[in-house]
């Protein structure tokens, strides 16, 4: 079945530096989903591409739909205490009508020493 | 209320007890989704309701029973569960179905179950 293959698994980095994170997959997928979710809380969306190539910024979030669809980046800008928790990327495949598939990576967790 | 509420938050039950998890969304959309999320492991999609229609069942156990009285409720019933079945259990919704370009998913906060 399809996969994402999230990376890293986890990291620690210091406030003001920045952060990337990765997904890859085997399959090409339509659509590429970053979610965050901090502890207690359900996913919340962050960044959604919808283009192969499409770079979009939210504030000092930037994601990358990567050209060949199999992969997608995130890039967190000097980052700060608030950005702890874990980070999901999500692809979706199907279209024209059907019901699609939303597959999910097992997350990234990012923790910040202040 | 605004969003995707969830009750309870928190759930411990004996693996012969039957009980419910509730979802509701204020968000006027027309598809949820139940999900279990396990440590280390990924999302794991159990349920789709599109316009109060169950249109997907990934392999779930019958001792989970979703049951979509209208568009803005959701309920996962629950009975006679095994302890792998602890997890967080997520409700989202979505306007329309899933496939379609910027129909993204709204999640709820999650009841976290612990089957003893």
């Known amino acids: 079945g399809q996969q994402l293959n999230q990376s890293p698994q986890s990291m620690f980095i210091q406030e003001g530096e920045d952060v990337s994170m990765n997904c890859t997959s085997s399959?090409?997928?339509?659509?590429w989903l970053w979610y965050k979710q901090d502890p207690g809380e359900g996913p919340v969306l962050l960044i959604a591409?919808?283009?192969?190539?499409e770079l979009t910024s939210n504030g000092r979030l930037t994601a990358q739909f990567g050209i060949t669809r199999k992969d997608s980046f995130l890039n967190i800008s000097a980052s700060i205490p608030s950005d702890v928790g874990i980070y999901f990327c999500?692809?979706?495949?199907?279209?024209?009508?059907?019901?699609?598939?939303?597959?999910f990576g097992k997350g990234t967790k990012l923790s910040v020493k202040p | 209320e605004t969003g995707v509420t969830q009750t309870p938050r928190h759930l411990v039950m004996g693996m012969t007890n039957k009980k419910s998890l509730k979802c509701e969304q204020h968000?006027?959309?027309?598809?949820m989704y139940w999900y279990k999320q396990s440590a280390k492991k990924p999302l794991e999609l159990m349920f789709v309701?599109?316009?109060?229609?169950?249109?997907e069942n990934n392999s779930v156990p019958s001792r989970f029973s979703p049951e979509c009285p209208n568009s803005s409720h959701l309920f996962l019933h629950l009975h006679t569960l095994q302890p792998e079945d602890s997890a967080l259990y997520l409700c989202?919704?979505?306007?329309?179905?899933?496939?379609?370009?910027?129909?993204?998913?709204?999640f709820g906060p999650g009841t976290r179950l612990t089957v003893l």
């Open positions: 591409l919808y283009k192969a190539g």
């Open positions: 399959s090409i997928f339509n659509t």
């Open positions: 968000l006027g959309h027309n598809a």
């Open positions: 999500a692809g979706l495949s199907g279209g024209g009508g059907s019901q699609g598939n939303l597959i």
């Open positions: 309701y599109s316009l109060e229609e169950r249109v």
């Open positions: 989202a919704s979505s306007q329309g179905r899933l496939a379609a370009s910027h129909n993204e998913q709204f």
